[in-house]
């Protein structure tokens, strides 16, 4: 199997859009499209799964609360109850209305930061670590979209200037993927 | 065009004349002397079992303690001192004569909730509609038919509230305790508050958002309407600058309309925020039926342009205003169950000892629920989710209006009788009657605007 992909560059999010269902609907594997921006609509014209970030995010949400509902618990009813504003704290479902601000919090503290977390780490992003990119210009105003070569090129690459690419080339990828 | 299909019209119609029965059954049985009065809750008791007399007695004896007592009963706070004196004589025949009252209110005060409910479903659109006119939101403009047929019923709808008002202002019944001379006789507080709280300045205030609100409708509709014959955006401008300038005055009217017409019932409570509750509450119910007529008139063949990207931002709204209402219902119930100052504690201890079921239903009914089954994104896109989140919002939110108002009025004799559900029925089928028969009279597509085109392409 070579390891030659073709790089189309565009330089407008819409053209880009095109030319990805254009490439789609001509058969053509598209690897990955690196964009400076998320592009709306790029991930259902590229045809990706849908994110399931969504379900992660409600079970952190969830994680948040239980261990925030632990958390008022232990510190305010059994480790040490302190009488607040005329309130003793000897039963958690009496005072559970002072609680609630502290359990919200916890929730949407959890949902968030774990979910950035885990964004990152499926995305593969960690600190010190070398950016994938294959052109710099990418993270500036230029769209690039890698497509997979087999026995074509010639004809790939014809068909990509005329989805509106201005530039088309072709490189050799070096063992790593 | 649309027309009003033989059913939804019977439907109406029927409605409205079972309401009507059932509402006017419900105020000849209501009681007119304490004996009957008496005699109604000894019936009303004889079929319980003995757990439930034994706790009546004992709610009997806790009377000196029963706060929801004070806002009638007036010499029971002012006099706090002589209490134990002058209170032991004088409390039979009082608490009959309360009882009375209360029985007496009940049927009013079912008519009341129902007519405000249908009324601030109007008076939501309208502000609903007024937003997207304001920000010129593009994705709306579809809709703008339904909501200007559902703020139709704003103009009926306010006239009733107003009737019922008057009435109030003539000693018809007892639903605003303070327009009773003999109680504020007895009364410091609402004595404080009589150069706000009086019936003349109360009914014209009334009158004045009420023209203020219906002016608003009537020229957004002109100009709305006025916009499908011309090619330009002048009207749309028009429209823009109106929406603008009403949103304002809605936002302090509907604030002072919440204290007149809702908080004005418990005259001692108060409560700063209450003018928002009322707000997030009649939007959210607002948003709901928008999105339930829309997915109605869809299922019958009409406004063929909406996609389910519309019903996804009213899903959207749905949900969010509802988190919005909850956040609203705690932050008012946290601060003063946590400072526990005995005049605001007492409308939450009403609420939690004879009202338990209904007012923690209420959460559960217009926050968890929706919380739950409106939150993943492909529900929202999904019209039997809508509904049924829909109706169990529209019936969270009657709910909260009759826990805003019955508490105070009808105290622990209510129930869900005939005048209840005769009166939600009567109003149900006038607002069904109106709404409808507006949506026939021009095309549901507001074709002339000049955004129309982004809402029909519409995608999320």
């Known amino acids: 199997m070579s390891n030659k992909v073709i790089h189309a560059i565009y330089d407008d999010d819409d053209v880009l859009l095109h030319a990805v269902k254009d490439v789609k609907a001509a058969n053509h594997h598209i690897e990955e499209v690196f964009t400076p921006f998320p592009v709306h609509g790029l991930d259902k014209a590229m045809g990706l799964a849908p994110t399931r970030i969504a379900i992660a995010s409600f ?55 774990l ?61 790593e993927s | 065009m649309y027309t009003f299909s033989k059913n939804l019209k019977f439907l ?87 009882l009375l009252h209360q029985l007496q209110n009940k049927p009013w005060a079912a008519v009341y909730v129902a007519a405000l409910f249908f009324m601030m479903i109007a008076l939501g659109t309208l502000a609903f509609y007024a937003i997207q006119r304001a920000a010129q939101a593009g994705w709306s403009i579809l809709l703008f038919r339904v909501m200007e047929g559902i703020t139709a019923y704003l103009l009926p709808g306010t006239i009733i509230v107003f009737v019922l008002l008057v009435l109030s202002g003539l000693h018809l019944n007892h639903i605003f305790v303070w327009m009773d001379a003999d109680v504020v006789a007895h009364d410091e507080i609402i004595q404080n508050k009589q150069s706000y709280l009086n019936v003349p300045f109360f009914l014209a205030r009334a009158l004045f958002y009420i023209t203020g609100w219906n002016l608003y409708r009537y020229y957004s509709r002109k100009f709305s309407l006025a916009q499908d014959g011309e090619n330009g955006v002048s009207y749309h401008k028009k429209n823009f600058r109106l929406a603008a300038g009403f949103l304002v005055f809605y936002i302090v009217t509907e604030s002072m309309m919440s204290w007149d017409w809702i908080m004005s019932v418990d005259p001692h409570w108060f409560s700063t925020l209450f003018g928002w509750y009322v707000f997030a509450s009649m939007i959210v119910t607002a948003v709901t039926v928008i999105a339930m007529i829309t997915i109605y008139l869809k299922s019958r063949g009409y406004l063929e342009d909406v996609n389910d990207s519309h019903i996804h931002d009213l899903g959207k709204f749905m949900f969010g205003f509802s988190v919005f209402w909850t956040y609203l219902w705690f932050s008012q119930f946290m601060l003063i169950w946590y400072s526990n100052i005995p005049e ?58 009759y826990n805003m108002i019955m508490p105070a009025t009808v105290g622990d004799q209510w129930s869900f009788g005939l005048s209840e559900i005769g009166s ?5 089928g006038l607002f069904i009657y109106v709404v409808f028969s507006a949506l026939t009279k021009v095309p549901l597509k507001p074709k002339g605007d000049p955004l129309v085109k982004e809402s029909e392409h519409f995608v999320y």
């Open chain 2, 344 to 401: 605001e504690v007492t409308y939450f201890i009403t609420r939690i000892e004879d009202y338990n079921f209904l007012f923690f239903g209420m959460v559960v009914m217009n926050f968890v629920f929706p919380l739950l089954i409106l939150m993943n994104s492909d529900y929202k896109r999904n019209n039997w989710f809508i509904i049924i989140a829909g109706i169990v919002i529209v019936l969270g939110h009657y709910i909260d209006v």
């Open chain 2, 12 to 98: 109406s119609l029927s409605f409205m004349v079972v309401g009507a029965l059932a509402l006017g059954i419900g105020f000849l049985s209501a009681p007119s002397n304490v004996e009957e009065a008496k005699a109604m809750v000894a019936d009303a008791h004889g079929g319980h079992d003995s757990h439930a007399v034994t706790t009546h007695d004992s709610h009997a004896a806790d009377h000196k303690e029963d706060t929801h007592h004070d806002n009638h009963n007036a010499s029971h706070d002012t006099h706090a001192d002589t209490h134990d004196e002058t209170h032991a004589e004088g409390h039979d025949s009082s608490h009959d004569e309360h």
């Open chain 2, 424 to 428: 939600v029925l009567l109003f149900a």
């Open chain 1, 115 to 175: 979910m950035v977390i885990t964004f990152y780490l499926r995305s593969r992003l960690w600190p010190f670590k070398k950016a994938e990119n294959p052109m710099p210009s990418t993270t500036d105003d230029k769209f690039l979209m890698e497509v997979a070569i087999s026995d074509n090129e010639k004809k790939l690459v014809t068909f990509l200037k005329k989805t509106g690419a201005i530039e088309v080339k072709v490189h050799e990828k070096n063992g």
């Open chain 1, 59 to 113: 079970m952190f949400g969830c994680l948040g609360l239980s261990v925030a509902i632990w958390l008022t618990n232990h510190i305010m009813i059994e480790d040490w109850p302190q009488n607040i504003g005329g309130k003793p704290s000897f039963s958690y479902l009496e005072n559970v209305p002072a609680f609630v601000p502290v359990l919200f919090e916890m929730t949407i503290f959890f949902a968030a930061h």
